[in-house]
């Protein structure tokens, strides 16, 4: 029995629905192990369909044994409202904040033309799957650390051979060719390389520029291994740091170190954010930490829980995500510090394990 499922639908008794329709490529993985590009599942109190095109059946066959397949051949006029008759439910909920406008106008026009007495009423539904994507289980721990692993070890291996002169663009390339050697499925998002005064802007795409010595260079990079993310930063120098480098990277790694020991389960998002803030804000920094202090980490590189200014969610034991503080100045640079942590046992564990500058 597919466990994801039947918490599912225990959310669905939680918020008085009597089916959902789930169109997120994550969430649609999530419950049903599909893969494909292309899909969706219904779900309901006691059935499971997945709807898939023709380039997908014999795949959905394999990956999906707990879901029937519905075949989608043409347009969704052609398979939905035969697909929701069977599922026998009155109150529908659709993923709004998955759903295009031009989606939800089609699937109103299609259910509004069922009959009377089988015409369901759709029901924008939000954080249904993602509220139980937050909690990790065993099988996707061991997906993420393999991920973390596998950069790790590319980042370790292409810093151990720069050189002045070499180009962002050509680390960043080595750096994600590495990672696809050793085993990735690809990049969790495009590789950051970022030097001297580059490294001021915290997501700068990688250029020409050569990497130059004495300069801050800040490389954020993750790979992504049987669909689960990792993400991790460090801050380099080639050659002698200047009194400003070392002031600001002290600065940043004491607030990541001082989060990573302090934060504990219960605590929200802003709560664990203001740990990191406070060492940046004392060091007279404050303003140049624009960003949170991290988020969640899985199916996609950035999802619950938030853990920054004003965010609400609670931090809970088995949930995976960055502690990654940064100080960014104009026209010299910036140092950013990331790991992801995982919480257990009442505090967080460091799953990254690529070496930091004096830690």
């Not at 990792?230 to 940043?252: E, H, N, P, Q, W």
Request: net charge negative; with cysteine; charged share 25%.
């Amino acid at each position: 029995m597919n466990k994801r499922v039947q918490r599912l639908r225990e959310k669905l008794k939680e918020n008085n629905l009597d089916a959902v329709m789930v169109s997120s490529p994550e969430n649609r993985r999530y419950l049903s192990g599909f893969t494909g590009s292309a899909g969706y599942l219904l779900v309901s109190h006691d059935s499971s369909f997945i709807a898939t095109d023709f380039r997908y059946f014999e795949q959905v066959k394999r990956q999906c044994p707990d879901f029937v397949l519905v075949e989608i051949w043409g347009a969704m006029a052609g398979w939905l409202p035969e697909a929701l008759s069977k599922l026998s439910a009155q109150r529908i909920g659709f993923e709004a904040s998955d759903v295009t406008y031009n989606l939800y106008k089609q699937l109103t026009e299609l259910v509004s033309g069922m009959e009377g007495n089988r015409r369901p009423q759709l029901l924008p539904s939000t954080e249904l799957v993602e509220a139980l994507r937050v909690v990790k289980d065993s099988e996707e721990l061991e997906a993420i650390t393999k991920a973390i692993n596998i950069a790790d070890a590319a980042f370790q291996e292409v810093v151990s051979r720069l050189k002045p002169g070499m180009t962002e663009k050509a680390i960043a390339w080595d750096l994600e060719k590495l990672m696809r050697e050793k085993g990735a499925d690809g990049t969790s998002f495009d590789t950051i390389v970022a030097g001297g005064p580059n490294g001021a802007l915290p997501h700068h795409h990688p250029s020409d520029r050569p990497i130059q010595q004495g300069e801050p260079i800040v490389i954020d990079m993750g790979a992504k291994y049987n669909g689960y993310c990792s993400d991790m930063t460090r801050t380099i120098i080639l050659g002698k740091a200047d009194d400003t480098f070392k002031r600001v990277y002290d600065t940043v790694l004491a607030a990541q170190l001082t989060a990573i020991a302090t934060v504990q389960p219960g605590m929200t998002g802003e709560q664990a954010d203001k740990l990191a803030r406070t060492v940046i804000e004392q060091a007279g920094y404050g303003d140049k930490f624009g960003h949170g202090l991290g988020h969640g980490v899985g199916l996609q590189i950035h999802e619950a829980p938030r853990v920054s200014r004003n965010a609400k969610d609670v931090l809970e034991e088995g949930m995976p995500f960055t502690i990654e503080p940064g100080i960014y100045l104009p026209e010299w640079g910036g140092v950013r510090i990331e790991d992801v942590v995982i919480l257990e046992g009442g505090k967080t564990r460091v799953i990254s394990s690529a070496p930091k500058i004096g830690a």
